[in-house]
């Protein structure tokens, strides 16, 4: 039998725990015979050897630091700098969550304005799961393109409608959520790209407004900026900030997908005193929104509220929600059709969405992914006939070109995206949005880590995303024979047996 | 409770950083009585300013709020070297029993801060933590 070479690391750590001291004690014994100065070593080998005893004897709550004593150490280091080295060294390029690096690198290619153009084949799974957009024998040419806008509020016959000339907005990330640079680099990137952007539901918006380009205010459940002391709407409030040039439409959000059924959640290390103050809360625990508006307990009051909320701000008015259960919405849609009360759009938030912090098992497990849930959506208004009296509007991983063609495709008419931009202002995918700890300072109000941004440099490449996203848009639209989004439909769609829409093949 | 034991930590800053300053005029300004210690029972000549840097190191570490903790820890390794050197080479006949003694309430001092502030030393503060974040035991 020949003897193999292999480490067990157990008597490895027990080897160690015994020459630590025994080299004290040589150490010792060499100070007191040569120099002095070996007692440099003798105090750092008596001290490793305190630590030790303390991580064998006395502490309890690390098992393998009971066994393994300093060397267990080795495991905690190295298991804390494992995202960095899978992202950077082992993961492929389509094996990581939520983007993998194939995805992030289409963006960081369309924010910077470099080409995209990739060689010798996708990277994609293509015969499982891919939904694939269906082109037409005849393209047409970019020239025949109809331009794209979409009027918010027309359906109504309101004075202030609201119009985009792209399909593209920012989603809802609110001040708190966000740093101070992120939000102005936004906002700023926003207004050179001619987008509107959601404010989210961080309360009174400051550093939006600062900038000037279009907003979208979202009034979350907890209704910050805008609320009474028991959590109800307060009219002149909203009224008041209705009345701001820059304030174009009001997003009433009912639930998110990233943790659709529970509010919103601002972890107390990001509440500084100034976003304790904007929103009116205490600084020292995290900040939970209730997870239904207090005025909305049923169908009919909650269809009442939008009508409340539509008649206050003389705004367009949208809702955002994550969808559960299709039925429970078409009931919704009915109520609508009695008090013929419609929102002027409706968000689909997909449960993939989320840049927000949430418990894990609403992030993993709770909610309609988007392709099915807008799909459904879209089928429901269809069905009822009342699909032109509102607008519709897809949110969930719609970073790139190829997933936005198929929420065009079923049913959407604009697109929100709030990741794809934090992308292109940099984001690395650190996966730290919720401890105030963002390596890109985008997440964070520590002012040595905003430090990162600069918003001059960083607010065009939001421009030139919006600009590249429009461009592969018109590509792919001309492609697929289509004049305008309008003229996509389902049968756009090669969907394989393996895809979420699959079902929805048959019942077509 | 809390604020009561840093009270006492920030007391026990101050004696340490007292009683270490102090010796720096001697150790920086070749004191016979320093260059005695270093060169004839130490056998360490020019140590005094190796040591003499590191307690100045220790003492500016231990009034940064920051860096207390990181100053408390070179304090007691110096203070453990220096009590070393009293029961091997110097001894404590005359004025050295003094040293050994203010060495020894430095040493105590530092001890008792990185008690207090234990949660704020790297390797250790792990092994403290009730909950861990990661939830990997």
Redesign the interface.
């Known amino acids: 039998m020949i003897g193999k070479l292999s480490i067990d690391l157990h008597k490895l750590a027990k080897f160690t725990n015994l020459a630590i001291p025994i080299l004290a004690v040589l150490f010792?014994l060499a100070?007191?015979r040569f120099?002095?100065?070996f007692?440099?070593l003798?105090?750092?080998f008596?001290?490793l050897t305190v630590?030790n005893l303390?991580?064998l004897h006395v502490?309890s709550?690390?098992?393998?630091?009971r066994n393994f004593g300093?060397l267990g150490?080795g495991?905690?280091m190295l298991?804390s700098i494992g995202p960095e080295l899978r992202q950077y060294l082992f993961a492929n390029d389509t094996e990581e969550k939520p983007f993998n690096r194939t995805e992030r690198a289409e963006v960081y290619r369309k924010a910077q304005n470099i080409d995209s153009a990739s060689s010798f084949g996708s990277q994609f799974e293509f015969d499982s799961s891919e939904i694939k957009i269906r082109h037409s024998m005849f393209p047409i040419g970019k020239d025949k393109l109809v331009p794209y806008r979409l009027t918010f509020g027309e359906e109504r016959g309101i004075t202030k409608t609201y119009t985009i000339n792209k399909p593209f907005v920012i989603s809802a990330m609110s001040y708190g959520a966000l740093g101070e640079k992120a939000v102005r680099s936004f906002a700023r990137g926003a207004k050179m790209a001619g987008i509107p952007m959601n404010t989210g539901e961080g309360g009174y918006p400051k550093y939006h407004l600062d900038e000037g380009c279009d907003l979208i205010f979202q009034m979350g459940t907890a209704k910050f900026g805008v609320r009474n002391e028991d959590g109800t709407l307060n009219d002149d409030k909203l009224k008041e900030l209705a009345g701001k040039e820059s304030i174009k439409m009001v997003e009433i959000k009912f639930s998110q997908g990233a943790k659709p059924g529970k509010g919103g959640l601002l972890p107390k290390e990001k509440i500084t005193d100034e976003i304790a103050e904007l929103r009116g809360v205490p600084k020292d625990r995290d900040v939970v929104s209730p997870s239904s508006h207090a005025e909305c307990t049923d169908i009919e009051n909650t269809v009442a509220f939008i009508k409340h909320v539509q008649d206050v701000t003389e705004l367009p008015v949208g809702i955002k929600l994550c969808v559960g259960r299709p039925q429970q919405f078409e009931e919704l849609v009915v109520e609508m059709k009695r008090q013929d009360v419609f929102p002027d759009w409706i968000t689909v938030d997909g449960a993939e969405g989320g840049t927000g912090a949430a418990p894990k098992a609403f992030i993993d497990r709770v909610g309609m992914p988007l392709f099915p849930a807008l799909k459904s959506v879209n089928d429901i208004l269809t069905k009822n006939g009342v699909r032109d009296r509102l607008k519709l509007m897809a949110s969930g991983k719609l970073v790139a070109p190829g997933r936005q063609m198929v929420a065009f495709c079923l049913g959407a008419d604009a697109i929100y995206s709030a990741r794809g931009f934090m992308l292109s202002l940099g984001c690395i995918q650190a996966l730290q949005c919720g401890n105030n700890t963002c390596p890109v300072g985008i997440t964070t109000h520590d002012p040595a880590l905003q430090h990162g941004i600069n918003i001059d440099a960083k607010a065009p490449r939001i421009a030139n995303y919006v600009h590249n996203l429009e461009h592969d848009l018109e590509e792919l639209l001309a492609s697929a024979g289509c004049r305008s989004v309008k003229e996509l439909t389902f049968d756009h769609l090669y969907v394989p047996s393996e895809s979420t829409l699959h079902p929805f093949i048959n019942a077509n | 409770m809390k604020n009561k034991a840093y009270i006492f930590s920030w007391i026990a800053q101050l004696i340490a950083v007292v009683i270490m300053g102090q010796t720096l005029f001697f150790k920086f300004t070749g004191h016979p009585e320093t260059i005695v210690i270093f060169e004839e029972k130490?056998?360490?000549p020019g140590?005094q300013y190796v040591i003499g840097t590191l307690e100045l190191i220790a003492c500016i570490l231990l009034l940064i709020p920051n860096s207390i903790a990181y100053g408390a820890?070179l304090g007691?390794?110096?203070m453990?070297?220096a009590i070393?050197?009293h029961f091997?080479?110097i001894g404590w006949e005359g004025s050295h029993l003094q040293l050994g003694i203010m060495a020894f309430i430095t040493l105590a001092s530092c001890i008792s801060i990185l008690l207090i502030r234990r949660k704020e030393l790297p390797?250790?503060n792990?092994?403290?933590?009730?909950k861990?974040e990661?939830a990997?035991?």
Do not use: P, W
């Open positions: 010792f100070g007191f120099s002095f100065y007692h440099f003798t105090v750092t008596l001290f630590i303390f991580y502490q709550s690390h098992s393998v630091l300093i150490q495991r905690y298991e | 130490l056998n360490m140590g820890l007691a390794g110096l453990t070297g070393i050197g091997t080479k390797f250790i792990a092994a403290l933590k009730e861990c990661q990997n035991d």
